[in-house]
Every structure is written in structure tokens, then in C-alpha cells.
DNA sequence: GCACCTTGCCGGAACGTTCCGGCACCTCGT
DNA sequence: ACGAGGTGCCGGAACGTTCCGGCAAGGTGC
């Protein structure tokens, strides 16, 4: 607990000790109200002394003490970031988190990771797929901090500003493209999770049957489940009705984690039967055939998110707001029959 | 930029504005040095005034402003983390750092991503795989700061800990597991990254077969090679080596991306030849065969890394310390023939 | 010459916390 | 009765920043 910084605050600034304002001030003979003028471009300064600050700052390595500034200005320059534990879609997430942290960085924002419900002194949220069920997400949402959800939340509250995919849209996209493949009994393996997505996946594929006079063959598995229970559901599915010729997976994998139950009940992928992922990742790319899938484009998606928030609290955009990101369907042979 | 706190500070703290120190002193009729004391429990403090802090800090939902006591202790309570941004293991990744996460909010830290090579204003920092090469890895190394790492550095500067796991050892097993198994022709295809781990596989590989008098058979790929370049490698090794009888990948997820390619081959996983991956994860236990792999246990890496920052800022472990983390290797049907 | 505005700069208070030093009181031992 | 030592509490300075208000010097119009 003892204080790390130097003796002496007269010196200018011992080796590894970030030099204050007023070692700036010093430096460029000047009071620090002009140096801080100057430096944050603020009061009236001539072009001059604005230089001979700036000079001074970089020779000394002048770096502004983030806490005296967040304790006068009360604003922190750092948002928190909170994604749900599922190393299932560990790919996704891991996109989402680099797409936050670079934008941020870019925005010269700190980014502080919060796991549990403790709020964390912060100027805004990012809240990525966040469940109504999670206590923690409701506890972040009603913090009374800027919020800025990843896909839509199926709670309560409202967030002050969403980014969603049209995952509806897609996945009729998709529904489209394997019947245009021929497959007239596709199937759709959801998880039971309380996501905003996963719901909307569901809604959409009964609709998408109701139109097409198709019987809707809904199955479900929890969300984060084995490979081993999404193998016994498609080996119970193919046994139990074979004239399913095309199959959606929903969770983050699924599909390619299915694929040898496939091969084993003697269907051929891309041939004979269809096989889908709402979720692009490596897995999808790397399988054997390569796997048809929704690219949710996660990298984006994290640096909007932050993109918003920045605007949400600069007043650029109004509380409420709701931007879309697009998402593609990438086609590869796994429904190229 | 305007002020975000409400106007009077005389108020008992309006909804949403945390209370201060002196509302609370106010609150239970004492000083702010005593309000401190009581609940920092430092000073001479009698049981029932510090009684009567603490419930009127309860009450008025106080929690101390960080940017305050930073600024005046210079103590952040904040610990910066640094992964690779390589999305192939992103699996290990993501593990990581929601131990670290956890481990922190238990330690009551804050935990900043950092991606960019600007040196946050934190206590300590942790670098997860940290490669000599990398330029950010560099610069947060010698920031002056603690820092801990997880597997060792390969680069000139020391860091002030380090947690590694012994993959020379653990490598030999998986070898003389295969060996047991029949392989008299183990292939390792390493990564050229240069990161440590890889280097020390490499070595282990060289040194196990100089020993058993086994013909080196070292094949390398780019770190983070996409799939086909795999495959590829895989294709030509299986053609051109054909008494290959085991292969042993040493990147995260390559062993499940290059069955596919094993399988055209004719050849039989787990019969007639044997797969085996360094680094476990899903992808190998969903694989058709499951595929023998050593599990990292990277969520504890992480969270033993934060333990041992936090004791190196506790001064409780001196500069330099270096701890162990035991891996597994978990045999699954790939090597069982 | 005066009134007035603009420009360039600065003093000093405030943000919320920690902690040094000090003061008043009480309890003993002598 | 008195000094020594302990206990319980407090005043106020300091951390590094921002920014309000003010002041002097120079310019402009009359």
C-alpha cells in the first residue's frame, strides 16, 4: 500500500513516473491552466505558446493522469464489456471482444471486462446477446449507465441503443435456399435458450413452414449441449423420421458436431441431405463437406456496438437507438447437391 | 463535456449519484478521516462509530469513488490483459480470460483489455502467450510495470512472473502413449510461430526421437495456417510418407480440421493410424473419432495468473517468480487402437 | 481622451479520497 | 496531584486535473 511515485514532486519527473501538468506548465514557462488550454485545445491560447506546450508535453512524456482527470470531469473514458460464458461460441464471442476492443482503442476508450453483477464505474455498457434470465445482465441494464446491446434484449428494460442482425431475413434466406436445393422436410435443431436470437429463429422457421405448407419439425436441444446430445437428436431424428432431407442448426457448431452422426446413419452431406448453420465459424469451414452458414460477422458487430455507445454519449444519437447490422449467407457444399 | 453529478453536494446524494465519503460521515454524525478509517478499517476507530459507518454507508449505497482514491493512493486496483489475436484458439483464448476475469472480481480488480501497445494506467499486467516478435508485447513489457505471463517469454526482458506448463514433459507422454500404441512413426506438425510453447513441442519432438532413434519428421505450418494448407500438408505427408502410422498437431483445432483429409486417404483413425492434438478442445472431443489431446486447463492459467500478480503487488512473492500449472493429457479413441 | 471589446494568460477552487499530525479525554502508576 | 501513555476522533493538506472568473495589454470607434 505505499505510494509508488517519487519523493520529491519538484523534480521533473523521475524515470518512469509520468510527468504532471505542472512539469509541462514549468517546462514551457507557462501557468497550468494554459498548458491544460493548450493541450486540450480549450481556452484562448496563441498558436505560439500552444506549441511551446505541446513541445514541452512530448519532451517530457507527458501523459494525463486518468483519475484526476475522470475525478474532475466525472467522465471515466472507459466502458464495460460483458458477454455471456459459453465457450461453445467461443469464436463468436472472442470476434465480438477483439471488434469492441479495437474500436474502442480507436476511440481512445478503455475497455474493462465485467463477469460479475458489480457495476463497475464506467461511462457506458456493452451488453452482448444478453438473456432476460441472466441476473447479472439485469443488473448492468438498470445501473442507470448508457447500454448498448448486442442483439436485441428480451427483458424488460429498454437499452439505450441496439445493434441487431436480421436473423429472420436470413434465415429465410436460407430456408429458401434449401428448398430451391430440393429439400422439402427441413429441419430446424434450435436451443432453449432465453436469447433474443434464438427466438426469433423459432418464430421464423414456423412461419416459413406455415407458408409453405410445410410440417414444422422443431427440434430442441439446451443451449451449450454436448456434442454428444445434439448427435442423439439427429440420430433419433434420421431414424425416426428419414424423409428429413435438409437439417438448420442453430447453436454456435452444432453442425459440424453432427456430422459423423449423419455419416454413420448412412446419409451423404450435400447429396442426399442438407445441412445448415445459423452460425458461420471455422468449424463450418473446415468440415468435411464445408458447411453452409450465416456469417454473423461478430468482429462488426462488436466495433458498432461501440460506435454507438460513443455517439449515445457524445448526444449524436437519441436514447433508443436501433441500427441494423447486415449478415450473409455464405453457400458452401454441404447444400450445393 | 458537461458535468454529469447533480448540483448541490449538500444534498444526501440524488438517485443514481453514488453517495460520498462525507455523506456518509455526515450520515453517522462522525468526520470524513473517521468515516474513512472505520470503513478502510485503519486508524482507531471504537466499535460502535465504526458501526455506524458502516450502516449509514449501507444505507446510502455508498461505494468510493475509484478515480478519488486512485488519485490519491495511485494504487488503480486495475490489472491490463493482453491475448494474441489469434482467432483459430480462440477457444483457449476465451477460457482464459474469463478466469482471469473471475479471478479478478474475486481479487476486487478490474480487469482492461488492451490491444493497442499504449501502456494503460493499471497496477500490473498480464500477458497471455506473449511472443518476442510482437511489437505490443514489447512495449507493455517494459512499461515498468509487474507483469506476469502466461507460458514463458522468449524475448530479452524478464518478466516479473511468469506461470508455464511443462509441454516438453507432457509432449513426451503423448509420444510414449503412441509409441505403446504401436507408432513407430509419430510426425509432429508444428506451428512457426514463436511463441515459447511451440518451440519447446519442437525440441521435445526432436530430443524424444534422437532418444528412440526415430527418424525426425517435423512438419510446419503457419501459425493460425487455414485448414487447407493443413490438409494439404497432411495430403503430401500421407502420400509421400506412407508409413506415417501417427500424427501429433501441435495448433489449436488443426488435429479435428485435418481429419477430413486423413480420412480420403484411406487411412483409419485410430486403427491404422493414430491422431493425437497439444492443445484439447471442443473440436477434438465432438471429432469422429474423439481425438486424444492435452488439455491446457487455460481457465486456470488464467485465474493463476491474476493470483500471482496480485501477490506480486502484495509483495507477498518476490520478482521473478515463476510457478507451475499441471496439464493432462486425456486419451480418447484416436490413439486407441 | 474615453468607453468598450478582444486577446492571451493566470489564480485558485473543486472533484472525493487518504492519511499525517494533533487535540482532548481517560486510565494508571507513583 | 501529576506525568506518561493509550484511545477516539478530527482538521486539513495533498493527489493532478479542469474550468470559472478575472486581469492586463492592445485595438477600435468616437
Redesign the interface.
Known amino acids: ?1 505505499r ?3 517519487a519523493g520529491k514532486p519538484s523534480t521533473p519527473a523521475g524515470p ?1 513516473v509520468s510527468a504532471t501538468l505542472a512539469d509541462v506548465a514549468r517546462g514551457a514557462g507557462v501557468s497550468k491552466t494554459t498548458a491544460s488550454d493548450a493541450l486540450r485545445g480549450h481556452g484562448r491560447v496563441s498558436d505560439a505558446t500552444r506549441q511551446a506546450v505541446l513541445d514541452a508535453a512530448r519532451r517530457l512524456g507527458y501523459s494525463p ?4 482527470r ?2 474532475r ?4 473514458d ?1 466502458i464495460a ?1 460483458h458477454i455471456p ?1 459459453f ?2 461460441s ?2 463468436y ?3 465480438f ?2 471488434g469492441v ?2 474500436q474502442a ?1 480507436r476511440a481512445g476508450l ?7 453483477g ?1 457495476v ?2 464506467v461511462d457506458g455498457l456493452i451488453l452482448c446477446d444478453p438473456m432476460p434470465d441472466n441476473p447479472v445482465v439485469d443488473q448492468l441494464m438498470n445501473a ?1 449507465l448508457p447500454v448498448v446491446t448486442a442483439e436485441t434484449y428480451g427483458g424488460d428494460s429498454r437499452p439505450s441503443g441496439v445493434i441487431w442482425s436480421d436473423h429472420g431475413t436470413s434465415l429465410t434466406e436460407l430456408l429458401d435456399h434449401l428448398r430451391a436445393r430440393g429439400a422439402r422436410r427441413p429441419v430446424l435443431i434450435a436451443s432453449d435458450s432465453t436469447a433474443d436470437w434464438t427466438l426469433t429463429l423459432q418464430q421464423t422457421y414456423a412461419h416459413w413452414c406455415a407458408e409453405h405448407g410445410i410440417p414444422r419439425l422443431l427440434r430442441k436441444a439446451p443451449f451449450g449441449a454436448a ?1 454428444e446430445v445434439l448427435r442423439g437428436l439427429v440420430g433419433e431424428l434420421l431414424a425416426g423420421t428419414p424423409e428429413t432431407d435438409a437439417i438448420v442448426c442453430a447453436a454456435d ?1 452444432a453442425a ?2 453432427v ?2 452422426e449423419i ?2 446413419a448412412g446419409r451423404v452431406v450435400g447429396e442426399d441431405l442438407l445441412l445448415a448453420s445459423c452460425v458461420d465459424s ?2 463450418m ?4 463437406p464445408p458447411i453452409t452458414a450465416i456469417d454473423l460477422r461478430p468482429r462488426h458487430m462488436g466495433s458498432e456496438c461501440v460506435r454507438l455507445l460513443c455517439a449515445l454519449l457524445a448526444g449524436e444519437a437519441p436514447h433508443g437507438t436501433t441500427r441494423t447490422l447486415a449478415i450473409d449467407m455464405v453457400v458452401r457444399a454441404s447444400t450445393r447437391a
Not at 470531469?73 to 471515466?76: G, I, L, M
Not at 478503455?110 to 460479475?116: I, K, P, Q, R
Not at 469451414?285 to 468435411?288: G, S
Request: zero cysteines.
Open positions: 500500500m505510494r509508488v511515485r518512469g493522469n486518468r483519475s484526476a475522470s475525478l470531469t466525472s467522465v471515466t472507459t464489456l460464458e465457450l461453445t467461443a469464436e464471442y472472442m470476434a471482444v477483439f476492443a479495437e482503442a478503455n475497455v474493462t471486462l465485467v463477469s460479475s458489480r463497475p464505474q442507470g456434442p457448431g459440424a458436431a456430422l459423423p455419416r454413420s471455422l468449424a469451414r473446415t468440415a468435411e
